[in-house]
T-cell receptor, first 113, second 118 residues
Framework: DGGITQSPKYLFRKEGQNVTLSCEQN?????MYWYRQDPGQGLRLIYY???????QKGDIAEGYSVSREKKESFPLTVTSAQKNPTAFYLC????????????FGSGTRLTVV | AQKVTQAQTEISVVEKEDVTLDCVYE???????LFWYKQPPSGELVFLIR??????QNEISGRYSWNFQKSTSSFNFTITASQVVDSAVYFC???????????????FGQGTILTVHP
């Protein structure tokens, strides 16, 4: 079945370390997105990519980096510059047009220890 | 800029009660899409409905119904005869159709936590 796979489901990181969250889709979607969820704040956009080798900052990109070397993959790196990285991270994909809808992964819960 | 407001942070009801979740949005675009998602405790977002800005017909799907009113920029969601399994966080979201710097991006409201008690 087509879908989005996020791994790992739970991730623990020590302060000062970079960590990479994986997001893979087999839906042949052009666009991919990373959202961060904090309690009471809904989902906020970190980065998005409309095509391979191109991506744009979202509303809260500071302390994060991404790459889009393949259409299927959009990994997110949480760097040590992110001051408050503990959150739930959701990856999504779409055909690039809102009319086609979006598909979400099951999320990665990152905790800094 | 797009904005979605869900003023109700938490709602608590008893099973079989009807409940309405409010959603108010702001956009300068004439073409846009509105969404509702359900997030159960597992965390995954479950798609409930998508509505484009040109279709103001209300929609009913089983116990779920949606009321879209462009005049008040609202897209409210009603659950009739609520059940314990409806307990979740519900998000309203907005996306521009195409073009501009917000191409394809979803803007979410803060979410409403619905708890249905037996």
């Amino acid at each position: 079945d087509g879908g989005i796979t996020q791994s790992p489901k739970y991730l623990f990181r020590k302060e000062g370390q970079n960590v990479t969250l994986s997001c893979e889709q087999n839906l042949n979607h052009d666009a991919m997105y990373w959202y961060r969820q904090d309690p009471g704040q809904g989902l906020r956009l970190i980065y998005y990519s409309q095509i391979v080798n191109d991506f744009q900052k979202g509303d809260i990109a500071e302390g994060y980096s991404v790459s889009r070397e393949k259409k299927e993959s959009f990994p997110l790196t949480v760097t040590s510059a992110q001051k408050n990285p503990t959150a739930f991270y959701l990856c999504a994909s779409s055909m690039g047009r809102a009319s086609r809808g979006y598909t979400f992964g099951s999320g990665t819960r990152l905790t800094v220890v | 800029a797009q904005k979605v407001t869900q003023a109700q942070t938490e709602i608590s009801v008893v099973e079989k009660e009807d409940v309405t979740l409010d959603c108010v949005y702001e956009t300068r675009d004439t073409t846009y899409y509105l969404f509702w998602y359900k997030q159960p405790p597992s965390g995954e977002l479950v798609f409930l409905i998508r509505r484009n800005s040109f279709d103001e017909q209300n929609e009913i799907s089983g116990r779920y119904s949606w009321n879209f009113q462009k005049s008040t920029s609202s897209f409210n969601f009603t659950i009739t005869a609520s059940q314990v399994v409806d307990s979740a966080v519900y998000f309203c979201a907005l996306s521009e159709a195409a073009g501009g710097t917000s191409y394809g991006k979803l803007t979410f409201g803060q979410g409403t936590i619905l708890t249905v008690h037996p």
